[in-house]
Every structure is written in structure tokens, then in C-alpha cells.
T-cell receptor
């Protein structure tokens, strides 16, 4: 299957700092990528849809100024958690599909963010 | 009401048991359904797509009931390695939406 690489896999940062997470499609071009967040014992919640060359589309309740998404190329989307707080500590994961609404989604390895 | 609902479990079963999970969805327009498996602190991996006609892959069988708006996953002859969280998902508006996940623990 297609490969999506996410980096870093784990990050610890101080409260008030910003953290950037990268999501790369290694062997295909992804015009659309998705960012999810997962708290312990909960589901993957879709945060936003990242569109190459245009603004991201955020789900209701997700602050676009706090979670900055940039999709500058067909193989890279980044999520920056700005002014992180302990409540932002979570598992962040990206996905991409080869195309079409009903095609399989491929996930990055996820990033475990801990804000202290 | 949530888009996709699952019993979070946990389901604790002995090795060799048959276990079934159900997942209900609220949007009757949803066309594509999936079961994913997620191990602790890892990304979800596609287990199987779910079709109206039902599909089987070894010990795993998935069914879709459009009239009652639920999908199911049956695991036969459970193995220790089946212990994981099983997430149902559907596509709505081009986005993949997940249920909460059902935790399965297979014991020796």
C-alpha cells in the first residue's frame, strides 16, 4: 500500500511554545490530507482537511489560529500547534488517500504530543 | 447523536472464541464503510471494507445492514494477537469518520 510518513513520532514541549508536525506521502501525490486528534480511550476526531495550494477546512470547534495547517506541496502537509497548553497533549495523526471518495486512507505513524 | 457509534467494550474473550462487534451510523446517505484495527499508541490499519453483500477474509467477516443502519464484524477462532481496538468508519462528504472503537482483549 501507499506510504505516509509522519514526524516526529513523539515530542515533549513546554507550555506556550509551538510544535510543528510533518506529514509526507512518500510514494504518491496527495492533493488532500486529513489531520486527526485522538485522546486516550477515545476515537480519532477529524480536525481539518488539508488542501494543496489552498486553505485548510476546519471541523467545527477546531481553532484555525491555534492549529495552523500548511499544504505547500503535493507530498507534504504540516500541522503547527501554536502556544501549546497541557490540554493540547494528545495523539495527532494524518492520513491521505490515493484519490476518490471511496478509496483506502493511509495513515502516518502518529505524533504523541505532551505539553508540560 | 454521533455519526458513528460503537460499544467501547472492553470485550474480554478466551482464545478460540467467536466475537462480534456492531457499529451503528446515523447518515443513511453514507456509501462506504470500513473496519480498522488500532493497536495501542499506533496508527489505525485497514482491516477490511464492508459491502452490502458481506465480505469475508479468513477468520473475519463483515456485514452491512442498510435497513437498520449498522455494520458488523465477526471474528472467529480468536487469537491472542487479535487483541486491539477495532474502529468502524464511514465516508461522509469525502471525509473518513470514525466510531469510538471497541476494545478487544483475547486471553489465553
Amino acid at each position: 500500500g501507499a506510504v505516509v510518513s509522519q514526524h516526529p513520532s513523539r515530542v515533549i514541549c513546554k507550555s506556550g511554545t509551538s510544535v510543528k508536525i510533518e506529514c509526507r506521502s512518500l510514494d504518491f501525490q496527495a492533493t488532500t490530507m486529513f489531520w486527526y486528534r485522538q485522546f486516550p480511550k477515545q476515537s480519532l476526531m477529524l480536525m481539518a482537511t488539508s488542501n494543496e495550494g489552498s486553505k485548510a477546512t476546519y471541523e467545527q470547534g477546531v481553532e484555525k489560529d491555534k492549529f495552523l495547517i500548511n499544504h505547500a506541496s503535493l507530498t507534504l502537509s504540516t500541522l503547527t500547534v501554536t502556544s501549546a497548553h497541557p490540554e493540547d497533549s494528545s495523539f495527532y495523526i494524518c492520513s491521505a488517500s490515493l484519490g476518490g471518495m471511496n478509496t483506502e486512507a493511509f495513515f502516518g505513524q502518529g505524533t504523541r504530543l505532551t505539553v508540560v | 447523536r454521533k455519526e458513528v457509534e460503537q460499544d467501547p467494550g472492553p470485550f474480554n474473550v478466551p482464545e478460540g472464541a467467536t466475537v462480534a462487534f456492531n457499529c451503528t451510523y446515523s447518515n443513511s446517505a453514507s456509501q462506504s464503510f470500513f473496519w480498522y484495527r488500532q493497536d495501542c499508541r499506533k496508527e489505525p490499519k485497514l482491516l477490511m471494507s464492508v459491502y452490502s453483500s458481506g465480505n469475508e477474509d479468513g477468520r473475519f467477516t463483515a456485514q452491512l445492514n442498510r435497513a437498520s443502519q449498522y455494520i458488523s464484524l465477526l471474528i472467529r477462532d480468536s487469537k491472542l494477537s487479535d487483541s486491539a481496538t477495532y474502529l468502524c468508519a464511514l465516508i461522509k462528504g469525502g471525509k473518513l469518520i470514525f466510531g469510538q472503537g471497541t476494545e478487544l482483549s483475547v486471553k489465553p
